[in-house]
């Protein structure tokens, strides 16, 4: 595990937005854990989880020329991400994201921000079913441009109806690579070496989750 993933999972356990339970997931799963990006909602948490993309961004040695923010998530990701790679690793990238709705006055159109021109990387919180994903290859598809890859705060590395995580599925189908800053596998280290007794207790139940519903 690297550094950054390992402080953004203090950092997130810190703070709540990761939390061990027993949480019932829209897909009808019990999940011992549940992880809330809308918790991310102060100029520090998002200042930390922006510096947290761009390091696995960074880390990832991906080629791109512009970031898509898929609207609403994705529009302070992206935003605040930009700020990041500049500020922390002097990478200075356009970003564009969309509207739901095409605006008819003013300067009109879909998109904001950056044109959509040769490699784009998306940036969104997490990919459940995909469809966020779906619609914006759309979008780009449209355009000159095309995906390179996709940048996602966690992957749940988990099974969706077929044998493949929602992840997967998009890579196969856009035939394109997903950045995470974390996995289930680094969950499941850092609780593996964890000196929290609270923390500890849930290991077992997020291991027999893996084992359930696992890629």
Same mark, same amino acid.
């Given at each position: ?15 709540? &937005? ?121 979008? &780009? ?28 599925? &998009? ?45």
């Amino acid at each position: 595990m690297q550094n950054y993933q390992f402080q953004f999972l203090e950092f997130v356990i810190e703070h709540q &937005i990761l939390k061990f339970g027993e949480f019932k997931l829209k897909s009808g799963r019990i999940s011992p854990y549940f992880f809330n990006t809308g918790l991310f909602n102060s100029g520090k948490k998002l200042n930390f989880l922006a510096k947290s993309y761009a390091e696995a961004i960074v880390e990832s040695n991906l080629a791109f020329d512009v970031m898509f923010g898929p609207a609403y998530k994705g529009i302070p990701l992206v935003a605040s991400t930009a700020i990041a790679l500049t500020k922390y690793h002097d990478l200075d990238k356009p970003f564009a994201f969309n509207r739901k709705e095409v605006k008819q006055h003013g300067e009109k159109g879909l998109i904001v921000g950056a044109n959509l021109e040769g490699r784009v990387l998306i940036l969104d919180d997490v990919i459940t079913a995909g469809t966020a994903i779906r619609e914006v290859s759309e979008i &780009i598809g449209s355009t000159n441009a095309s995906i390179s890859g996709i940048a996602v705060a966690l992957d749940r590395q988990e099974r969706g109806l077929g044998e493949l995580s929602a992840i997967q599925e &998009i890579e196969k189908m856009l035939n394109t690579s997903v950045i995470s800053i974390i996995n289930l596998e680094n969950i499941i280290a850092y609780l593996g070496s964890s000196n929290d007794s609270e923390l500890l207790k849930y290991l077992d139940a997020v291991l027999e989750y893996k084992k359930l519903y696992g890629v």
